[in-house]
């Protein structure tokens, strides 16, 4: 037997982010609507709120429980009890209400990565992510950001590389693009900071 390909590629991102320095925490994968949406700055009303809002559980004597969408309820229950600076990254499951399809599952893995302290730039960002990207897919890889909307970062973006197979020329694999999505970013919004404190 050997590792899951899951594991394997799981444990090498964290061993990239854990040689610049972060830490790995883990989180539950039954949340509560305040650390899954609220206190990630996605009130009741939010319309972003409609992709991710199913998958609920039981109501606790507090609170509606569910699922969680994505792994920056990690973010929440981390910012909660420890004060900055901190570098953490949060790999786990994740469940929503999507299609399955070639590129959509009801239940994938992500990994959420934040730091928190003075003096963090957009830069900071952008340098952690090419680091990794390259550290993953291999030195030669371009990448973009290109600007979009999430709710709990601010400025925001979507971060592409070029096409691995192809080398940016366009194949079947990146849709003739050259490109591949591989994750969304940004800087923490500073309605999340209020929410848990800071």
């Not at 993953?136 to 709710?151: A, L, S, T, W």
Request: glycine share 8%.
């Amino acid at each position: 037997g050997r590792m899951h390909p899951l594991t394997q590629v799981i444990e090498e991102i964290v061993s990239i982010f854990t040689r610049m320095g972060f830490s790995v925490v883990d989180g539950p994968e039954i949340e509560t609507e305040f650390n899954n949406f609220t206190g990630l700055n996605i009130p009741l009303e939010h319309p972003s709120r409609d992709a991710f809002d199913t998958f609920y559980l039981a109501t606790d004597a507090k609170e509606r429980l569910l699922l969680r969408s994505q792994t920056s309820p990690v973010q929440i229950r981390v910012m909660q009890k420890h004060k900055p600076p901190l570098a953490v990254i949060a790999p786990g499951r994740v469940y929503r209400p999507d299609a399955v399809d070639a590129s959509h599952s009801f239940m994938f893995h992500q990994i959420e990565g934040f730091v928190v302290d003075k003096g963090i730039t957009f830069s900071d960002l952008k340098g952690t992510l090419e680091t990794f990207a390259k550290a993953i897919f291999g030195e030669d890889i371009k990448m973009r950001f290109r600007p979009h909307y999430f709710p709990f970062t601010e400025p925001s973006a979507e971060v592409d590389i070029s096409c691995y197979i192809c080398k940016g020329k366009g194949c079947s694999v990146c849709g003739r693009k050259g490109w591949l999505e591989i994750l969304g970013s940004g800087m923490i919004h500073p309605n999340v900071f209020k929410n848990v404190g800071y």
